[in-house]
């Protein structure tokens, strides 16, 4: 991550998602109320430093959203 200038991986996903932003063209206030509630939780989660290790995240959606 530090060889692509982002200190952190709540760094890199805030970017990565600002970018997909920029390029949808689309707003966070274009969302509805609950993805909007959810996204900002989720940055005042990280801001606070709760965030959860990637690995951790990466299998539970994983588990969730692939079945082998």
Do not use: N
Not at 17 to 29: F, H, P, S, T, Y
Not at 41 to 58: K, L, M, Y
């Amino acid at each position: 991550m530090r060889k692509h200038g982002y200190t952190s991986a709540d760094d890199a996903v805030r970017v990565a998602l600002e970018k997909m932003d920029q390029e949808a063209g689309e707003c966070i206030e274009d969302l509805d109320a609950e993805t909007q509630a959810a996204i900002k939780q989720g940055i005042a989660q990280a801001e606070r430093g709760a965030g959860r290790p990637w690995d951790e995240v990466r299998e539970e959606i994983r588990a969730r959203f692939i079945k082998d």
